[in-house]
């Protein structure tokens, strides 16, 4: 269950992990595309503002002349009547317009870099001006008040930028009489740079693998770690619980062997003071007789105190009448009460039910720790103990115990602590009453073992009250065979006294 529960754990690291290292390579390749995007943006608007420049320098000139070669010849689309001239050395000269310069540097950015510049408009005066169709969009675009376009095309193997083509002053000198007007828009110069495989990306998955390899070898390094601490566990808690049975297995064994031969002195004692022997044997008979039962009980509490432990206290579930169980710890404790002239009150309610089934034996031995502690901390005064059935409370039938003394009380910053075992309220309460502080510590343990619980309440100087509440099953007083049923329960008396003085 234990190998199960770190699976599982193991499981979630490693997804865990699994989305991190996927989230940050989601955003580092978001933020690599962003910062080529951005590069690249400002080259393409760098390249514009070259042109533009270009051709301001050349509008202002009034076009520029330049040699007629086999690369450059005269522009057809200038009609000029000195478009071209020839020197008196022979050379034949031809001008250039802005535009005809943009298509020269377009060629050598072209065959140099691999940058075209185009210029074009929505009605091109020159054929090889036709707009492509993602021109043709920017050039809407510019006309609806667009400053710029940028886009990836071919799979993001280049990039596209356009920006519009204002009418200047100086290019009325030209194109005045096609209607031109100083700030309209006119087309645009178009820019497509080749973008490089990128090495931001290679490098970015490399890292993000090798830290995801790296965390996972983490991982798998620490599930080894738990796996072999796991089976350290599993081998030192067999271990402990082999001592645990072992310390059982000798308690139960040396709890038969003390009891056997001190119930046998209990019973010699008890058969010499019934012989009536002289006052002074009398005391030292009756010492002997104290003592022995009190050291029975100290084993007694110990070996059940060892069994609840180790989860091997057994309930029983039989049917018996609550009010007897009650009779029965009451005489118990009565010898012990007179001696000390206490008053002992047994009040029943007469909902109580007359019979039901569950561990008689422990809910009496609950009720003798109680009421010994009772009859031990009262020197005047009396106890009551008081049994009532909780209302609605049918299946099962809740019934509650209380025993209340009129004795020393309990300081509050005890009473969190008076259900430890081996607490006693201080030092001097075991020299002068005696006891090991594993009664209550019993009651507690054996009130869960049957579901139930126990509380207290105590005013220092005044006395406690201690409440047992336990859940039984209803069962039919008919089935009552081996306990005598008492007549005033049966008859559902509402209060029963028992004096003693």
Known sequence: MRSN???????????????????SLILSLKAEKKNRTEALLAGGRAFFQQAILTRAWNAKHGGVFVPITKETRPNPYLPLADRDLTTDTG????????????????????NSKGIK??????????????????EVESLKMFQNGQQEFSSF??????????????VTKECLKCHEKQGYKEGDIRGGISVVIPVKPSTGSTTIWFSHVAVLLIGLLFICTSWRKLESKQ??????RKESEKANQAKSDFLANMSHE????????????RLARDSHPEPQMQHYLKTIQTSSNSLLQLISDILDFSKIEANQLELESRPFSPGQTVENAVQTINILASEKRLRLTVDIRPDVPAAVSGDSFRLQQILLNLLSNAVKFTEKGGLTILVERLRNSTDPEWLKFTVQDTGKGISPDKLEHIFDHFSQEDSSVTRKYGGTGLGLAICRKLCQLMGGEIQVQSTLGKGSSFSVTLPFQYADSKKLTTEK???????????RFISCW
């Not at 799979?155 to 204002?166: C, D, G, T, V």
């Not at 003390?258 to 019973?267: A, E, M, Q, S, V």
């Open 117 to 134: 510049f185009h210029i074009t408009s929505l009605r091109p005066l020159r054929p090889g001006n036709e707009p492509h169709l993602w």
């Open 231 to 236: 089976v350290q566990l599993i081998k030192a």
């Open 258 to 269: 003390i009891r056997t031969p001190l119930n046998g002195i209990i019973g010699m004692t």
């Open 91 to 110: 050379v034949e000269y031809t001008k250039i317009n802005p535009a005809f310069m943009t298509r020269e540097i377009s060629e050598l950015a072209e």
């Open 153 to 166: 095309s071919d799979n993001e193997s280049n990039f596209r930028y356009m920006a519009p083509l204002i």
């Open 485 to 495: 049923l008492d007549s005033d329960i049966g008859k559902k008396s509402s209060l």
């Open 5 to 23: 529960h770190i699976k599982i754990q193991v499981f979630f690291a490693v997804l865990f992990w699994f989305s991190v290292i996927l989230i």
